[in-house]
């Protein structure tokens, strides 16, 4: 077994260039990384899709870079996406931000929040020192 994860794609389903079916993760320390949006360090919302999700992506990589451990090994996002967003306008908007192919599960609920359109959550692995 390997410090990082590793995807698990079964020969019988569709295998995307963007996310996993399955991830494997080592033994040791996980990550459970809160649901982050669009606000910036100051507090700030920021506005539109594609400008919330980059923001929540960066808060998500600044809280594992905080726990010593990358997007390389996040195992699973579930994205929440305010009802009625296209998910295909998330994934794009996400393209920038998030390279690393992760099981992903997209979820469209009423925001707790008014103007957030997106949260991100996260769970990764910690790799041994």
């Known amino acids: 077994m390997t410090d990082t994860v590793t995807p698990v794609d079964p020969p019988q389903l569709v295998t995307s260039p963007a996310f996993a079916q ?3 993760v080592p033994p040791g320390p ?3 990384v809160g649901g982050q949006n669009g606000i ?4 700030k919302l920021l ?3 594609r400008a919330q999700t980059e ?6 990589k600044a809280v594992l870079a905080e726990a010593g451990t990358g997007p390389e090994h996040v195992a699973k996002l579930t ?3 305010t009802t009625g967003v296209d998910p ?3 994934y794009a908007a996400s393209a920038a931000e998030w390279t690393t192919r992760t099981a992903v599960t997209v979820i ?3 925001m707790s929040r008014p103007g957030v359109l997106v949260e991100i959550e996260a769970i990764a692995a910690i790799p041994a020192a």
């Open 22 to 24: 399955g991830m494997i």
């Open 30 to 32: 996980l990550l459970f």
């Open 40 to 43: 910036d360090g100051e507090g």
């Open 47 to 49: 506005k539109g899709l």
């Open 55 to 60: 923001q929540a992506l960066r808060n998500v």
């Open 79 to 81: 994205i929440y996406l």
């Open 88 to 90: 295909n306008d998330a």
């Open 108 to 110: 469209g609920v009423p």
